[in-house]
């Protein structure tokens, strides 16, 4: 079940970079992330009624779906489509990349889990292997003031996406599932921005041709009524630190389906780069080995 979940995450969010891009336009990108989480809240909160599995939540467990959908449904996406207008998409699928670390770094601090060093060096190759696949575009970048900007940002949202995951861990811990969670928190995300919106004075247009209506219904229900269930369902049952790499794996399917859909070419240090992400792969998962004391019974 973990593994067709991961792949499943994997599979959608590395795609989503295309209904993304579509949703550029007319439409202001916070009032487009208010279209998206809002219709997903939606189409969770009628699943759940209808089907009768929406579980009561006290007082406290809807502070942190709030905190939640601050942290996964509003300031961390507002962070990494501000920083991409300044910096190279690589650099943010490499910084947002960390959140494996930080998971694993987060977990020990809050929920006091050892940090298991077969983790931290698959982390480590993971992030290395985005290096060298982004390596052209990140050379390419001369640093400037826009840049350090774009990098704050985009350590600040990866920051916000891991504060989430231990949110979505602790809601877990408690017995909520993550299709409830996400759905007061992502009604809760998109109702804050919303708020943003009409606070700054952001227009609320609508484009009514197949680009945007599709892209935003690929987001809407594969990107995130299914996407974020998927991964945060394997934050529960695997750990924060494992279910993250998954941010290592994104830019390397949306790599491939650039490669078929826009002509990406592959190059020796891309390839060297994807050998290097799926050791890293290998690392995270491999279950640490138990070593028995000499003239110890196993139970």
Known sequence: MNITLYLLTVLIWGTTWIALKLQLGEVAIPVSIVYRFGLAALILFA?????????????????????????????????????????????VAVVFS????????????FFKQQIARNVVL???LGLMGLACLFWPELAGHSASRETLIGLALTLLGTLCFSAGNMLSSLQQKAGLRPLTTNAYGMLYGATMLCVYCLLSGTPFGFEWNARYIGSLLYLVVP????????????????GPERAAYCTVLFPVVALNVSAFAEGYQWTAPALMGLVLVMAGNVLVFRKPRVIVPVGAKLA
């Open 47 to 91: 699943l759940l009624l209808g089907t009768g599995k929406l579980q009561k939540v006290n007082r406290r467990g809807q502070l942190i779906c709030l905190a939640q959908g601050l942290c996964l449904f509003c300031v961390n996406f507002m962070c990494f489509y501000t920083a991409s207008q300044w910096i190279p998409t690589g650099l």
């Open 98 to 109: 960390t959140a494996t670390l930080w998971n694993a770094l987060n977990a020990r601090i």
């Open 122 to 124: 698959g982390g480590t």
């Open 223 to 238: 990107g995130s009524v299914i996407g974020f269930t998927a991964y945060l369902t394997l934050v529960g049952r695997m």
